[in-house]
């Protein structure tokens, strides 16, 4: 299940949501794989504005020495 369009009560459209193995493979975070492999859950669905803020939240975390 790569790719998840689902629809509410309302017959609203929801935030497309895809899994880590889709995420990993897309393009779009193709120089973050690794970030993603670490952070994300193998059994739960991300959408794209999710992905960026995990990313941009790891990116902005201070490195101890």
């Given at each position: 299940?790569?790719?998840?369009l689902?629809?509410?009560?309302?017959?609203?459209?929801?935030?497309?949501?895809?899994?880590?193995?889709?995420?990993?493979?897309?393009?779009?975070?193709?120089?973050?794989?690794?970030?993603?492999?670490?952070?994300?859950?193998?059994?739960?669905?991300?959408?794209?504005?999710?992905?960026?803020?995990?990313?941009?939240?790891?990116?902005?975390?201070?490195?101890?020495?």
């Amino acid at each position: 299940k790569w790719l998840n369009l689902a629809k509410d009560k309302k017959n609203e459209t929801k935030e497309v949501t895809f899994t880590k193995e889709a995420l990993l493979g897309s393009k779009k975070y193709i120089f973050q794989k690794d970030i993603l492999n670490t952070l994300l859950k193998d059994n739960k669905e991300y959408g794209f504005e999710e992905v960026d803020k995990i990313i941009e939240d790891f990116k902005k975390t201070k490195i101890e020495e």
